[in-house]
């Protein structure tokens, strides 16, 4: 908890100051950050450039940053977390101060030395003020990329996969539920998140009471999936969604990216645990 508590520490400092290697620092080595509107960040390389470029803004100052956590399990040598985000800042010297708030879900690693860093994050951990002309381009390099994981265990991830598909093509509220922990956590870009299953079940009975709204497609592309120590594994993966909301309407077309947290149940099955997610 102390060490967990420090990197908070840090990205306070680093997000105020705007010290581009401190905000660097929080992330390993092999990181992977997802955030509104800008492109998928692999890497510590790809966050220093994004922080760099952040940084780089003229006359943007961080009057105030406070980081909120709402829910934090500590794993063997892993821990997720997930919370919300408010803060203001100044786009030049005396102007009006501007409002943000967001949400963010973080799996933090424990280094060697005892010291937390961020591997996965959507949302945070750092300042998002928003980045003008950065097209959304997903990275190929980690297409289908599998880390660790028994025969077993991907075969039951698989199942979940298909679950998610056939769910949402019939827009099931059963099915889309069925999969998800009891505490499950679905986190958007603007809070609250959706805590516990029932909420998520009864978003979709209300979701479903429009008999007209159909899902044409649904397309989930996987670009990682990496199994953790103590029966946790986490993916992220861009989506395309469309649909219509009237017989004979216009489709509307989506795309999107996910950051996924999956469990190991005591029988060998695995549930979704948190899920957060934006819009491109």
Same mark, same amino acid.
Request: proline share 6%.
């Given at each position: ?5 420090? +990197? ?6 680093? *997000?105020?100051?705007? %010290? ?5 620092? +929080? !992330?390993? $080595? ?9 492109? *998928? ?5 790809? /966050?220093? =450039? ?18 909120? *956590?709402? &829910?934090?399990?500590? +794993?063997?040598?892993?821990?997720? =977390?997930?919370?919300y985000i408010t803060g203001s800042y100044v786009e030049s ?11 963010? #879900?973080?799996? #933090? ?37 599998? *880390?660790?994981?028994?025969?077993? &265990? ?9 679950? %998610? ?6 827009? $099931?509220?059963?099915? #889309?539920?069925?999969?998800?922990? $009891? ?6 870009? @603007? ?8 909420? /998520? ?26 199994? +953790?120590?103590?029966? !946790?594994? @986490? ?34 099955? !695995? ?8 819009? &491109?």
């Open positions: 908890m102390a060490g967990i508590e420090k +990197l908070h520490t840090q990205e306070i400092a680093a *997000t105020l100051s705007r %010290d581009t290697v401190a905000l660097t620092d +929080l !992330w390993t $080595d092999d990181a992977v950050r997802l955030i509104q509107g800008r492109p *998928t960040e692999v890497g510590k390389k790809a /966050i220093r =450039e994004s922080n760099e470029r952040w940084s780089a803004l003229p006359g943007v100052k961080v009057l105030s940053y406070v980081p909120e *956590t709402k &829910d934090l399990a500590i +794993l063997d040598g892993w821990a997720v =977390e997930w919370g010297p005396g102007g009006e101060a501007k409002q943000i708030s967001g949400t963010r #879900l973080m799996v #933090l690693k424990k280094m060697p030395d005892g010291s937390w860093k961020c591997f996965r994050g959507m949302g945070g951990p750092t300042f998002t003020a928003p980045l003008g002309g950065q097209a959304v381009q997903v990275p190929a390099a980690s297409a289908g990329r599998t *880390t660790g994981g028994s025969a077993a &265990d991907l075969a039951a991830i698989e199942k979940l996969r298909q679950l %998610d598909i056939s769910a949402t093509v019939s827009l $099931d509220p059963v099915a #889309l539920t069925a999969a998800i922990t $009891d505490d499950f956590v679905r986190i958007g870009p @603007v809070p609250p998140a959706e805590v516990g299953k029932q909420e /998520i079940f009864a978003f979709y009975q209300r979701l479903t009471a429009n008999k007209d709204l159909k899902v044409l497609s649904y397309v989930p592309e996987y670009k990682e999936l990496i199994f +953790l120590d103590g029966g !946790w594994a @986490v993916e992220w993966r861009p989506y395309t969604v469309s649909f219509i909301t009237s017989p004979g309407g216009a489709p509307v077309h989506l795309s999107g990216r996910v950051l996924i947290v999956y469990k190991k149940m005591p029988d060998g099955s !695995w549930n979704v645990f948190r899920v957060a997610g934006i819009t &491109d």
